[in-house]
């Protein structure tokens, strides 16, 4: 059999854009295998562990911080300055709201607020939950998706690598497309599985949006305060830019500190550690990446 890092230059190159779709192909179908199934069953109506799904722990502070100010436990001036509200301390439930609180007994800004060390810890816990329900990566699953990505990019680098030797060694010297070709596929493989959820998370976000679409599309006709738990779910699924100014004016002051815009989650990250799915209830309905032509060679 003809050894294929002899063939000519045109039919390794076609030889090598086939063997990179199909590296493509089976990582991808790898990673449905490792991180696919039915979504777990889990809260629909836990407006923070939906806003972490979808934005991160930071996300869900945020998501906190308008819950708060919507049921009047605090307030925010024209400075962008955070504090409780007078004699509210004591209304807070969960962890997280006590530790976004406390950590404004004072007035403070939306970066400090952030960076409390109770309330990151408070954040971090619905991380670590929605990992131990696989929606999102923990650190099995992100060292997975390492040996899976740099498995496919070895393979590219590698056979690219024999060929341009063998065609360097034979004294051609018209590779450019066969090293665009390999650029092009590690490329693919590096951004491919940098996904923040699992494609069990996000398949659950898809469906979430749908579950919620009613709510959107009724968006500027919430009522601010005493709506609190509709106005956080509205924030917690399509994120903060979603509430209309004319309902929740405090919005601007929850933009984002570093680009003064809004998360959209779609940050790589993974979050070690498990969590008992017992404290979930509710389940949802599962719902629902060529080279161009041209033969200038890769050394033959």
Sequence with gaps: MTDPFQWPGPAFLLAYIGL???????SI???????????????????????????????????????????GLMSVDDRGL??????????????IEQAVLAAAAMPVTLETILADPDVVAAGADYAR?????GLLPDGTAL?????????????????????????????HRNV???????????GVLALG???????????????????YAGLHRRAAQLQAGGAGQ??????????????PESVFPARRFLATPTTGGWTHGDSTGGYDGSVSSGAYSSSTSSCSSGCGGGCGGCGS
């Design 193 to 211: 599985g940098r996904t923040r959820r699992t494609i069990k998370g996000e398949i659950l976000h898809t469906d979430l949006r749908s579950l």
């Design 29 to 71: 179908l790898i990673l449905r295998v490792m991180e696919g199934g039915s979504p777990p069953k889990a809260s629909l109506s836990d407006a923070y562990l939906l806003s972490c799904l979808r934005g991160g722990p930071q996300e869900a502070i945020r998501v906190v911080l308008a819950a708060l100010l919507d049921r």
């Design 20 to 26: 990179g779709l199909i590296v493509v192909t089976v």
């Design 176 to 186: 450019g497309l066969l090293v665009l070709a390999a650029v092009f596929f590690s």
């Design 82 to 95: 955070f504090a409780v509200a007078e004699d509210r301390e004591g209304f807070a439930r969960r962890r």
């Design 129 to 133: 939950q929605l990992a131990g329900l």
């Design 230 to 243: 509709e106005l956080a779910l509205l924030a917690g699924v399509y994120g903060l830019a979603a509430l």
């Design 143 to 171: 060292r997975r998706r390492v040996l899976l990505r740099w498995t496919g990019i070895g393979l590219m680098l590698g056979t690219a690598g024999i060929k341009l030797v063998v065609a360097i060694a034979n004294g």
